[in-house]
């Protein structure tokens, strides 16, 4: 059984950072693309960032230069390290791994629990 759990959420004035880690665990074979997305309320869920197992990234046009997403493949992990972060930017922060569970398999999509992101003003 695969697990995706994302932590590093709270309350932060606008201007202020967080860091968001979330951690693959479970019988995995190999992790591709890993994506950061974020939900506020009434609103779609949207993309935030990816990033692939070669380390090429992907961001909204609305974090570029501000967020940054990485990652450490020795630990099954992404992290979300967000900067000047803005009142608007207030959601439910979710955590989406592509991954294979063996040598051959398919690829699945796994999603976290969510982590609460509020920006104060």
Known sequence: QVQLVESGGGLVQAGGSLK???AASGNIF????????R???????ELVADITSGDSTNYADSVKGRFTISRD??????????????????AVYYCNANLKLVARGYNYSYWGQGTQVTVSE
Do not use: H
Not at 39 to 45: D, T, V
Not at 73 to 90: F, I
């Open 30 to 37: 190999s992790i591709n693309t890993m994506s950061w997305y």
């Open 20 to 22: 968001l880690p979330c």
């Open 39 to 45: 939900q506020a309320p009434g609103k779609q869920r």
């Open 73 to 90: 493949n020795a630990k099954n992990t992404v992290y979300l390290q967000m900067n000047s972060l803005k009142p608007d930017e207030t």
